[in-house]
């Protein structure tokens, strides 16, 4: 299966857990119909991108890196590669090179849609980065390490983001909804806290 394929088959089959989700389902399958080069830079002004939120094993705590051309705090993600057969692989991948993270025990299934205008991608103007959000698991102890994609990238507690913006604390939201039912199991752990508004080191 292609990495096409795969993309129009997870999010043909996504239950979406919103309208608004629901809309953008809709939105991101009739892109990847209307473009075999759906998931390429090169599909303008649209292309989807994968991206992972990274939790620590308590699920209090989210590991974000503060992008260095958008000098805001997102979750680790980007553009498909070449050499990426599934969208959820994907989203792994770039979240093990934007952490260097070790270990990463990511949830195969999507968990939240996400579409925004990019002004940085590329040099032919904006364009639209049709995201497809994803969750994963730190393993304990593991501490992250900074990539040259970003300026620093810190655990931050998941009600202290340091961008509270409503798409990502949905996306927080979301995200330990979807845990939530597996703490006992091998994802769950204990967990890093933080006093105030200060990041997890």
């Known amino acids: ?90 989203a792994l991948r770039e979240a093990l090179e934007e952490s ?22 590329g040099p032919h103007g904006d364009v639209h980065h049709l995201d497809v959000r994803f969750v994963a698991v730190a393993p304990p102890g593991r501490g992250p390490a900074v990539s040259e994609e970003s300026i620093d990238v810190r655990w931050w507690p998941v009600d202290a983001l340091p961008d509270p913006e409503a798409d990502l604390v949905e996306l927080v939201a979301l995200a330990r909804a979807r845990l939530r039912p597996q703490s006992s199991s091998s994802l769950g752990g204990g967990s890093r806290r933080a006093a105030d508004d200060q990041p997890i080191r």
């Open 100 to 121: 260097g993270v070790p270990g990463l025990e990511l949830d195969p299934v999507p968990v939240q849609l996400s579409e925004h205008a990019v002004p940085f991608c």
């Open 1 to 90: 299966m292609t990495l096409h394929a795969d993309a129009l088959a997870a999010l043909e089959h996504w239950v979406a857990p919103s309208p608004e989700q629901e809309r953008l389902r809709r939105r991101y399958v009739d892109h990847l119909l209307a473009h075999p080069d759906g998931l390429t830079r090169g599909c303008r002004p649209d292309h989807l991108t994968a991206s992972t939120l990274v939790l620590d094993a308590g699920h209090d705590a989210v590991l974000l890196t503060l992008h260095a051309k958008a000098r805001r705090w997102f979750q680790l993600g980007g553009h498909c590669e070449p050499g990426d057969t599934t969208l959820a692989g994907a």
